[in-house]
């Protein structure tokens, strides 16, 4: 397994050499955008980019003398939607998962080490899991549905089936980066059965959230809050001068309530750290009534049920609070907990919210988030 340093290292390698092949590729493009006009002053202010993106909505705030070109988060955005998004019937992802050979390697380069990071990370998160965390999962979830829409029809039998393609072993599904001359020369991706897919939506937003204050960092900027989906990545303390970082809510686990219908549970304050949460009390289904939520468990082949809504996990970067939160959602409470006690050396601080079978909900957090939690109270 390579060590924290590595790890952060080869992020942002990552990191800057897509963001490089953005402004190299916008320097070089014949189309003429029109100015974008950019007011200054003396001191930061508050700058704002809302939209919408990865089929949800993104909110990026900073504090900087100037704003930065808008363009900017539209093709970070774009680049890695152009890699990793399911839904876009161009993507690499999506020739990857639709390639139907065995017998021979579907090559690519992997110009903008999208793909090759994503992949080398989840293999760490999912060893490190135990398995929870598992980007092979795709036909397990298209078998159930993305909602559970197919639950009522899925058979022990089926399920066998597809187990049989899932699970992050080279027999099932290898990523080779080849090298040449010792330089890259491109990527080889050999299956082990043509439906074995990946599935990066767990890690996905959180990356991009990460490339999004990458490329601010590279501007300049010192002080920002970068949101996509509910994953955030907070630098310095939003100009508030208190030192403790920007104040971020936690959404309170109502069953069946929707991101329009939010209450706050908690409020910390995050700087130079990410915050990221995975919930079951939003997207489940009931079953002779037992709850289940639309996380599928990679190891069992079934929808995750039990007592954990919700799992909100701050970490150095958005990528691993995105999948820790996923795989702590599909670890539950108790194995959640020993995880963290085993492996402090992730430097997690986790809250977990958990119904206690009275409408009510019981909360057990990390002493590091206790702290977060005073230092915004």
């Not at 960092?217 to 809050?225: K, L």
Request: negative net charge; glycine residues 8%; contains cysteine.
């Amino acid at each position: 397994m390579r060590g924290a340093a590595e790890n952060t290292l080869l992020r942002a390698a990552g990191y800057a050499l897509a963001i490089g092949m953005l402004v190299l590729a916008s320097s070089c493009s014949s189309e003429q955008r029109p100015p974008v006009v950019l007011r200054s002053a003396d001191a930061p202010q508050l700058w704002q980019h809302s939209g919408s993106a990865q089929g949800t909505t993104f909110s990026i705030k900073y504090f900087a003398a100037e704003a930065v070109d808008p363009v900017l988060f539209e093709q970070v955005l774009e680049l890695v939607d152009r890699e990793v998004n399911l839904w876009r019937e161009d993507s690499r992802i999506v020739a990857i998962n639709a390639w139907p050979h065995t017998d021979r390697l579907y090559s690519f380069v992997d110009s903008s080490m999208i793909i090759g990071v994503m992949w080398v990370r989840s293999l760490e998160l999912s060893q490190a899991t135990g398995g929870a965390f598992d980007p092979t999962v795709g036909p397990l979830v298209e078998l159930w549905g993305r909602k559970l829409e197919r639950a009522a029809q899925v058979t022990p039998e089926q399920v066998d089936s597809v187990l049989q393609i899932v699970g992050m072993r080279t027999d099932r599904f290898d990523l080779d980066e080849v090298m040449e001359d010792r330089l890259y020369a491109r990527t080889d991706i050999r299956k082990g059965h043509p439906g074995a897919a990946i599935d990066f939506n767990a890690i996905a937003q959180g990356y991009t959230v990460d490339m999004l204050a990458e490329a601010l960092r590279m501007e300049g900027v010192t002080d920002m809050m970068v949101e996509l989906g509910g994953e955030l990545f907070c630098r310095g303390d939003g100009s508030q001068g208190s030192g403790y970082g920007w104040q971020i809510s936690v959404d309170r686990p109502v069953l069946g309530s929707d991101a329009q219908d939010r209450t706050t549970q908690t409020v910390v304050a995050v700087r130079d750290r990410a915050i990221c949460t995975s919930g079951s009390y939003r997207n489940y289904t009931e079953v002779d009534g037992r709850r289940y939520s639309h996380m599928i468990n990679p190891k069992t082949g079934y929808p995750t049920h039990g007592a954990l809504l919700s799992a909100t996990v701050m970490a150095s970067d958005a990528a691993t609070a995105d999948a820790m939160a996923t795989a702590f959602m599909v670890m539950g409470l108790e194995q959640t907990q020993y995880f963290l006690a085993d492996h402090p050396e992730w430097g997690l601080d986790v809250l977990l919210l958990s119904d206690d079978g009275s409408g009510g909900y019981s909360s057990w957090e990390t002493p590091g988030w206790t702290a977060a939690w005073r230092a915004a109270n």
